[in-house]
């Protein structure tokens, strides 16, 4: 029900995070970001969604992100916002049923990426064939940097301008 919505598609292929499955579309509003989002918040209060305090939301780089959790469906709603540039706003509206007992337990799927030992906080997302994972570990820029090399260079990846790539997978 986001007002002012010029265009709205549904995001189709491979979407999940933690090994659930999330239904999303791509909203396109005239809002601003700012707007957006203090829409989005009393929208979430209206229908009683639970909202993590700031500092318990999970932020995307770039991307100011909002979650509130249904308890009674157990279900997660999710809005990530993008300037448009030109004063409007894109809001991915993301939903996920999180009524499975595991699914807080990231799994190493097929395809999984490696992440540092005492990693905690561990987010593994898939995205149209895309795994991105996120998590926290006590370690400097440099420990980061010699892991990665270490391990996706034992795996075959080379490391260039644009990242690592293998058999033109980046």
Same mark, same amino acid.
């Given at each position: 029900?986001?007002?002012?919505?010029?265009? #709205?598609?549904?995001?189709?292929?491979?979407? $999940? &995070?933690?090994? *659930?499955?999330?239904?999303?579309?791509? =909203?396109?509003?005239?809002?601003?970001?700012?707007?957006?989002?203090?829409?989005?918040?009393?929208?979430?209060?209206?229908?009683?969604?639970?909202?993590?305090?700031?500092?318990?939301?999970?932020?995307?780089?770039?991307?100011?992100?909002?979650?509130?959790?249904?308890?009674?469906?157990?279900?997660?709603?999710? #809005?990530?916002?993008?300037?448009?540039?030109? $004063? &409007?706003?894109? *809001?991915?509206?993301?939903?996920?049923? =999180?009524?499975?007992?595991?699914?807080?337990?990231?799994?190493?799927?097929?395809?999984?990426?490696?992440?540092?030992?005492?990693?905690?906080?561990?987010?593994?997302?898939?995205?149209?064939?895309?795994?991105?994972?996120?998590?926290?570990?006590?370690?400097?820029?440099?420990?980061?940097?010699?892991?990665?090399?270490?391990?996706?260079?034992?795996?075959?990846?080379?490391?260039?301008?644009?990242?690592?790539?293998?058999?033109?997978?980046?």
């Amino acid at each position: 029900d986001l007002p002012d919505v010029v265009s #709205a598609v549904p995001i189709a292929g491979e979407l $999940g &995070s933690m090994g *659930v499955p999330v239904l999303a579309r791509a =909203v396109r509003t005239k809002l601003s970001v700012q707007l957006a989002q203090r829409w989005m918040v009393g929208s979430f209060r209206r229908h009683g969604l639970y909202i993590p305090p700031p500092e318990k939301q999970y932020q995307l780089q770039g991307a100011p992100q909002l979650t509130g959790y249904d308890p009674e469906a157990k279900r997660t709603y999710t #809005a990530i916002f993008k300037d448009n540039g030109d $004063g &409007s706003a894109t *809001v991915v509206c993301g939903t996920a049923d =999180v009524s499975k007992d595991d699914w807080s337990k990231p799994a190493l799927a097929t395809g999984s990426l490696p992440r540092l030992p005492a990693a905690q906080q561990v987010v593994e997302s898939r995205l149209e064939g895309a795994v991105s994972v996120s998590y926290l570990v006590q370690a400097t820029e440099a420990e980061v940097r010699s892991f990665y090399a270490d391990v996706l260079g034992a795996a075959g990846w080379a490391q260039g301008e644009e990242g690592w790539t293998k058999a033109g997978r980046r």
